[in-house]
């Protein structure tokens, strides 16, 4: 059934990549209804969690990464409107509109770059645009920007880097292979002195000078009789600590990578698409059915379970200090103890649901819905 609806959408005159996004409409709408979410009962609410400052960006209508640097908080929206705040007070530091976008936004609190909806690389610095580049694919993962580079991971899975400042391009690889990819977030983060991204199911290691393939570690393997049953592919964000990075393989394995010696430390079955969170010890994921699992970064062992938030449609968790954060279709967001997975607390936005997964901004934990309300949140001193 996928071959013949991939070939009835090439037929139309689509790209192989376009034709992905919508045949994973068509399997969503002919999916049986989704099972109706347990009851909560419950939950104590005792965490100190104040509201530090909110800021209204208006609709935020596409997935969306921040750019968290000290300096300042990158977002932006399908139309193209890119900010920046004060990631101290979620004052507006600057506001500009690019035209239509596919994914963004990267950063380094001085050089932003967002991906436009005509594959193009959009380069901004101080709040203007400096270069617009062409690209040969539509990229759905955030630009990297680092060491005076603009790193892109292309929907094709080519790498490229650029000069920050002039769009000269500084190498590109390119990387042929598997016919479909995910209109997702992917993997592309420094390590070091070392470019690491997602490649199909592999975790690769480049030099980011020059674009050499450094090693290549195998997360996830292609299985089915298909193109669909087939695919796979990292999904963003990852979790870091030190040389070891930790990812998802959509729909079938997370696992760790040490990248110093590029060695796979562990990878098991996990079916899911949102990416994860962790710190030293401990691994936190969410299934596609809505568990939260905890696991031992190192080995992979499981160290706690949480069925509490089943088939509720999770965002990737956020693990900040002695919790973990996690938020739901709904729009409400979730602290777990991380000691033991006892669900602790439940603070609720405006409703609309989340535009990107919660993330961390110096003690502050920050989140966007889809009406565009940007909040930063704080657990009292003492208490995280």
């Not at 208006?58 to 908080?73: E, N, Q, T, Y």
């Not at 930790?246 to 079938?252: G, L, M, P, T, V």
């Not at 006892?342 to 003690?363: E, Y």
């Amino acid at each position: 059934m996928a071959d013949r609806a991939i070939s009835h959408c090439l037929s139309t005159g689509w790209s192989k990549l376009i034709c992905t996004g919508v045949l994973f409409g068509l399997a969503a709408c002919g999916s049986p209804p989704k099972p109706k979410p347990q009851e909560l009962g419950s939950i104590p609410n005792n965490l100190p969690l104040q509201t530090i400052w909110s800021y209204a960006a208006g609709s935020i209508d596409m997935p969306l990464a921040i750019s968290v640097h000290p300096k300042a908080l990158g977002l932006a929206n399908a139309k193209g409107d890119v900010w920046a705040l004060d990631p101290s007070s979620g004052r507006e530091l600057w506001r500009t509109r690019v035209g239509p976008l596919s994914a963004g936004v990267g950063g380094d609190g001085h050089f932003f770059a967002v991906m436009g909806l005509q594959s193009e690389l959009i380069v901004l610095k101080d709040g203007k645009e400096i270069w617009r580049k062409p690209m040969t694919a539509q990229s759905f993962t955030p630009p990297l920007v680092a060491g005076g580079r603009v790193f892109v991971l292309s929907a094709d899975r080519s790498i490229w880097a650029f000069d920050a400042q002039s769009g000269r391009v500084l190498w590109s690889q390119a990387r042929p292979g598997e016919p479909l990819v995910l209109r997702q977030m992917g993997v592309l983060l420094p390590v070091g002195d070392t470019l690491v991204a997602g490649q199909g199911g592999r975790l690769v290691g480049l030099q980011p000078l020059s674009g050499a393939v450094l090693w290549e570690v195998a997360i996830g393997t292609s299985r089915g009789t298909n193109d669909m049953e087939r695919l796979v592919d990292l999904v963003g964000p990852a979790s870091r600590f030190g040389t070891v990075v930790c990812a998802r393989a959509f729909q079938a394995q997370i696992g760790c990578v040490d990248t110093r010696n590029a060695s796979a430390l562990w990878s098991r079955r996990s079916v899911g698409d949102q990416g994860l969170s962790g710190n030293e010890q401990m691994l936190v994921s969410t299934d596609g059915n809505g568990v939260l699992v905890a696991s031992n970064r190192l080995n992979g062992e499981k160290v706690w379970e949480s069925d509490r938030l089943r088939y509720r449609q999770l965002t990737a968790p956020l693990v900040s200090g002695q919790y973990t954060a996690v938020g739901d279709s709904g729009g409400q967001l979730y602290f777990f103890a991380q000691k033991d997975g006892s669900l602790v607390h439940r603070a609720v936005s405006d409703g609309s649901g989340w535009a990107t997964n919660p993330i961390t901004s110096q003690d502050h934990i920050i989140t966007v819905t889809r009406k565009g309300l940007v909040q930063a949140w704080k657990i009292s001193s003492g208490q995280s």
